[in-house]
T-cell receptor, first 119, second 112 residues
Framework: AQKITQTQPGMFVQEKEAVTLDCTYD???????LFWYKQPSSGEMIFLIY??????QNATEGRYSLNFQKARKSANLVISASQLGDSAMYFC????????????????FGKGTKLSVKP | DADVTQTPRNRITKTGKRIMLECSQT?????MYWYRQDPGLGLRLIYY???????NKGEISDGYSVSRQAQAKFSLSLESAIPNQTALYFC???????????FGPGTRLTVT
């Protein structure tokens, strides 16, 4: 079973509008972290935002916010006021705690959503 | 200067050749990772290392080997490259909590 599911292979949004990219996750660990990365056509992975499983408030970083619904196991990324430069692939990822009590540290990625911003 | 650097950035090689991808980091992190990205897929873990003496296989380690030469250096080798190893390869580091993750710029490898 997939641990990270991104159900939207592609999305379009009009410039200056807000857009929500969906991400659901599956874990039995009580302690985990959720990440969103942006990958432009040049290929680098750009960190956007992080949410810890015990964080009480939804994470925000500038125009990015993470809508964290723990009971539903969802961690959707909201981009406000979309810009042409936001056109890219977006990946949701999760860091689980290892079975030995510490964090293995590696990330488990979804398949990504390609966002296209229209002028 | 970048926190995580990878060399080479692009490489074209022939089937059967041995190739090494190198990664260096200035974050001082103990944990380093190698991931592979294929078109239409997210990144998948090849190997990870918690320190110089602790190296572990990831999800897709077959056909790859690694070397942790120092805390700051982690190399990935393809002993005998094959075309389906054509992919974008990323090195990454994290702190011990795993809450801080830093990626290198990636290496585009093409095996003909």
């Amino acid at each position: 079973a997939q641990k990270i599911t991104q159900t939207q292979p592609g999305m379009f949004v009009q410039e200056k509008e807000a857009v929500t990219l969906d991400c659901t996750y599956d874990t039995s660990d009580p302690s985990y972290g959720l990440f969103w990365y942006k990958q432009p056509s040049s290929g680098e992975m750009i960190f956007l935002i992080y949410q810890g499983s015990y964080d009480q408030q939804n994470a925000t970083e500038g125009r990015y916010s993470l809508n964290f619904q723990k009971a539903r196991k969802s961690a959707n990324l909201v981009i406000s006021a979309s810009q042409l430069g936001d056109s890219a692939m977006y990946f949701c990822a999760m860091r689980e705690r290892s079975g030995f009590g510490g964090s293995q540290g590696n990330l488990i990625f979804g398949k990504g959503t390609k966002l296209s911003v229209k002028p | 200067d970048a926190d995580v650097t990878q060399t080479p950035r692009n490489r074209i090689t022939k089937t059967g050749k041995r190739i090494m991808l190198e990664c260096s980091q200035t974050k001082g992190h103990d944990r380093m990772y190698w991931y592979r990205q294929d078109p239409g897929l997210g990144l998948r873990l090849i190997y990870y290392s918690f320190d110089v003496k602790d190296i572990n296989k990831g999800e897709i380690s077959d056909g790859y080997s690694v070397s942790r030469q120092a805390q700051a250096k982690f190399s990935l080798s393809l002993e005998s490259a094959i075309p389906n190893q054509t992919a974008l390869y990323f090195c990454a580091t994290s702190d011990r909590t795993g809450n801080e993750q830093y990626f290198g710029p990636g290496t585009r490898l093409t095996v003909t």
